[in-house]
């Protein structure tokens, strides 16, 4: 519907509401449950119970369910109830771990929920915005995040920010006058405001008229909805592993049942043989422990304000080696300062970081002075908070302006020089000319209870300096001379070259009763001073950029501020080296593709830029070989956060649909929080790595002891709900303590990952053969010693060889902690290794010596004494590879 078209008669008429008394409850209860909740489609969410289904999905547990199916039918009851019971409690694990990270999203969601002021029964009342229903009459006020369409039935002075549906970087000043033109772009609905966007000045009223998926943000939105997910890198390369454990299980499986019955052995026992070897090849725990190391790794980010909204996308974090970021409120405040003030003769520095209404003012000696004793400058920052609609509040334990940022650090300044709210109290505003981008100025005219009455112009001053005709300085007021305004531009200069935006102070007295039209209060104008303003570094993100370097990950600033801000603040952060360039968009635009790739590697910062401009810088990097992550806040952004490799919105400014098409959203909206999740994906995948080589090495020495035995005619060492057992349970608990240990101290200084790089690169592959190869020897030689021949020492040997698997795996364990030697880690250092390798044991011990699990795992009572001969044995694999690494 083209809403903007309608008069507020026809509007009334055709949404079916009284527009002074707003809808009945019963109006809007009915739209309600005809039309939905005004919120966004995420797609379909999973069933409970197709999420705990979905855990027995994989191939390897499959394959493992059919041999376990089989066994059953040859028999063996008690192995495959036992087998199903392991299994069964596998897939409960993964199924809470899912659930916890959906309950996360959860949580998200909940912060991005604003309410709304809507007119019901006549009466104002505040609604959660998901309740909003069309033709709900709603107002608007300055800093509102707008919850659905509205068509504007009053408007003061409002004043809109789009960036987020448009891309327009500047507020727009809204009207209620309907449009008679047929086809008008978003940008050019004057009369409208949309979801999503950000009110920053005045006020209004409108009548929704479009909520949901039918808002303008909606209709975007519904095209990310429909697009599927491509597996990431880890998921790949695990898929390839279990189809070969599976390919490698089924051969092995093939060779003992043809051997054996070759033999002369019976079809039966040779095909429990080769299960027996099948279960052995297949880490069953495997994807239910990737599973969990991926959703704690996602806790601690939660803990460290980042939200991963893919799971399995975690490790894509980790070879990051392009960082694009905005710049306002990710590596800025998004508060802005006043940094310095000045008159004609007089020039202070002030300090003091964000809305935080406390700072000093100090003069060029650095001296600290009181600005209350220097007449120029106390009237100047009185003027500029009586010439402002913003309002500093405390809000919890921080200070937030509610109105233009820029109107908020004048007032802030204010504070600091001790103007109070009783101070500005003793004024009235009697008339106003609102801002204005083409003016690029804002007039108030105010009224002292002394009877004291003038006209208060803020703006550019280079807008407002040829308007003036006198200046004041130390020695009172007096004409503008040539010198005057030349020092004044010689100051206005000296701010820009430091990134400061400048705002000018003007005013004029008035007489009591004296008419004057807009014009007129505009001229003749006395001018007064200058305010520096900038949006500051965020103190801890210079740090983090220098880690990031340190990484080998390179940051690029992308704003759509003026290029000389651009610099002064990635000088300020050290992020630009002396050869780095900078890229304005408008020549951005005049380069097609190969140009842009032939500079992309040497630009650091990119400035003036739309959000179309952000998809080609990261197709360019992209294309060069690098793995990009893209922040960004707006429906516009959303098409380059889902082409980066690893997109990142933003929790407090971000729209719906840029968290919807991210992998990661940043709850503080600040870059540093992008740092840590590289290191967090980083050492996920170190850690994934590393319960890798552990579990793989276990599962090389049970296949080695199996098939060795098979070779020289020996009974099986282990029977294959042992096996399982010590996959799933006692090598489970001391993976997943793998999954929680802490990163080496290196792992911000490497160079990020290939990701083409395989699961068994640097040396992983030797590693998990080696260990596997010592870890089935001596396994095998604790059975052949206490089987010595004998068939009724058989449970007896089977039950030594089962303990002696288990030490070996559990001393090995700590060898895993590092990719250099088991000496090069404290094994104290991480607890959950610790008391999982102790729970394991005790697993170990109750399987031994509680009589009614005997028959299940085929065990017996083991004397104390042959606890040493099981231990020296079971340390062997690890501390000969220890020493010889060291």
């Known amino acids: 519907m083209n809403w903007y078209q309608y008069n507020l008669e026809n509007l009334a008429r055709k949404l079916d509401v009284d527009m002074n008394l707003g809808l009945s409850s019963k109006q809007a209860e009915e739209r309600l449950k005809k039309l939905g909740h005004n919120e966004l489609e995420e797609g379909k969410s999973v069933s409970v119970l197709l999420l705990f289904f979905r855990q027995f999905q994989d191939f390897m547990v499959i394959v493992l369910l059919a041999a376990t199916l089989i066994s059953g039918l040859l028999g063996e009851y008690v192995d495959a109830i036992a087998i199903m019971a392991i299994v069964f409690v596998n897939a409960l694990l993964g199924f809470f771990q899912e659930q916890k990270a959906e309950k996360s999203l959860a949580k998200l969601k909940e912060l991005s929920a604003p309410h709304a002021e809507v007119l019901r029964d006549g009466n104002w009342e505040k609604v959660h915005s998901r309740e909003l229903v069309v033709g709900d009459i709603v107002k608007v006020t300055s800093g509102d995040r707008i919850s659905a369409d509205l068509r504007l039935i009053t408007a003061s002075g409002l004043e809109v920010e789009e960036s987020s549906l448009t891309g327009e970087s500047l507020p727009v000043l809204k009207h209620t006058n309907e449009l008679k033109e047929g086809k008008v772009e978003l ?123 893919k799971l399995s996308a975690v490790e894509t974090l980790g070879c990051a080696s392009v960082i694009c970021s905005d710049k306002t409120g990710t590596m800025t405040e998004n508060q802005m300062t006043v940094k310095q003030v000045s008159t004609i003769d007089e020039h202070f520095y002030v300090t003091g970081e964000g809305y935080d209404p406390y700072g000093a003012f100090f003069d060029g000696r650095k001296d600290e002075v009181n600005v209350k004793d220097i007449p120029g400058v106390s009237r100047m920052l009185l003027y500029g908070s009586l010439c402002n609609h913003a309002r500093v509040l405390r809000k919890e334990d921080r200070y937030v302006v509610n109105g233009d940022p820029t109107e908020g650090a004048l007032r802030v300044v204010g504070k600091k020089a001790g103007i109070t709210e009783e101070n500005l109290a003793e004024w009235e505003i009697t008339y ?57 531009e010689l100051k206005i200069g000296d701010m820009a070259d430091q990134a400061l935006r400048t705002i000018a102070i003007c ?59 651009a610099r002064a603040i990635a000088r300020d952060l050290e992020l630009m080296p002396d050869n780095g360039r900078v890229i304005e968009g408008s020549k ?20 003036r830029v739309t959000p179309q401009h952000k998809l080609r810088i990261v ?268």
Request: glycine share 8%; with cysteine.
């Open 187 to 309: 940008g050019d609905q004057g009369n409208m405001v949309f979801s999503g966007t950000l009110a920053t000045r005045g006020s209004g009223v409108g009548v929704v008229v479009g909520t949901g998926m039918k808002t303008a943000m909606g209709q975007i939105a519904s095209l990310l909805v429909q697009t599927n997910r491509m597996p990431t890198p880890l998921e790949r390369k695990l898929a390839e592993l279990g189809k070969i454990l599976i390919v490698t299980a089924l051969l092995l499986t093939a060779f003992v049942v043809i051997a054996g019955v070759y033999r002369g052995h019976l079809l039966y026992e040779m095909f429990l043989a080769g299960v027996s070897l099948a279960v052995a090849a297949i880490p069953e725990g495997l994807p239910a422990i990737v599973t969990v190391a991926l959703s704690l790794g996602v806790q601690r980010m939660i803990k460290k304000k980042a939200i991963v909204r």
């Open 432 to 488: 106003e000319i609102p801002f204005d981008s083409d003016r690029k100025r804002m007039s108030v005219v105010v009224e002292h209870q002394n009877g004291e009455r003038l006209v208060i112009v803020k703006g550019a001053p280079d807008v407002l300096l040829p308007r003036s005709t006198s200046i004041y300085s130390s020695m009172g007021k007096r004409p503008l001379k040539q010198e005057d305004t030349q020092l004044v």
């Open 588 to 607: 951005l635009s005049t380069m097609n593709d190969d140009q842009l790739e032939s500079i992309i590697e040497e630009t650091y910062v990119f400035a």
């Open 507 to 565: 005013c004029k007295p008035l007489k009591k009763g004296q008419s004057y039209n807009d014009f007129e209060l505009e001229k003749d104008l006395t001018f007064i001073g200058i305010t520096g303003i900038i949006d500051p570094p965020r103190k801890e993100v210079k740090r983090a950029i220098e880690e990031c370097h340190q990484a080998g990950i390179k940051t690029v600033m992308i704003t759509g501020d003026h290029a000389m801000t």
């Open 619 to 886: 197709q360019a990097f992209q294309k060069q070989g690098h793995v990009v992550a893209m922040t960004g806040d707006g429906v516009n952004d959303a098409p380059a956060i889902k082409a980066s490799d690893i997109g990142i919105s933003m929790g407090q400014s971000g729209t719906d649909v840029a968290k919807e098409a991210s992998s990661l959203v940043l709850l503080d909206d600040n870059f540093a929080t992008i740092r840590s999740a590289i290191q967090e994906g980083r050492n996920i995948y170190e850690n994934i790595r590393k319960f890798i080589r552990y579990l793989l090495a276990s599962n090389v020495g049970e296949i080695l002891v199996m098939l060795l035995a098979m070779l020289l005619a020996l009974p099986l060492p282990l029977v294959p709900v042992q096996i399982l057992w010590v996959n799933l349970v006692t090598d489970g608990l001391p993976a997943m303590a793998l999954g929680l240990d802490r990163s080496e101290g290196d792992v911000m200084k490497r160079a990020p990952r290939n990701p083409k790089e395989g699961i068994f690169a640097r040396g992983l592959g030797f590693k998990i053969i080696s260990r596997g190869f010592m870890i089935g020897i001596v396994t095998l030689i604790a059975f052949i010693m206490a089987y010595q021949g004998d068939p009724e020492r058989l449970l007896y040997a089977q039950t030594i060889a089962f303990s002696t698997l288990v030490v070996a795996q559990l001393i090995h364990v700590f060898d895993c902690r590092s990719e250099r030697s088991i000496f090069a880690r404290n094994p104290f250092s991480n607890i959950y290794l610790i008391g999982a390798v102790l729970s394991s044991l005790l697993l170990m011990l109750v399987v031994i010596y509680y009589d009614p699990l005997h028959p299940v795992f085929h065990t017996m009572d083991v004397p104390l004494r042959d606890w040493i001969f099981i231990t020296g044995l079971g340390a062997v694999p690890t501390i000969l590879w220890g020493f010889s690494e060291k």
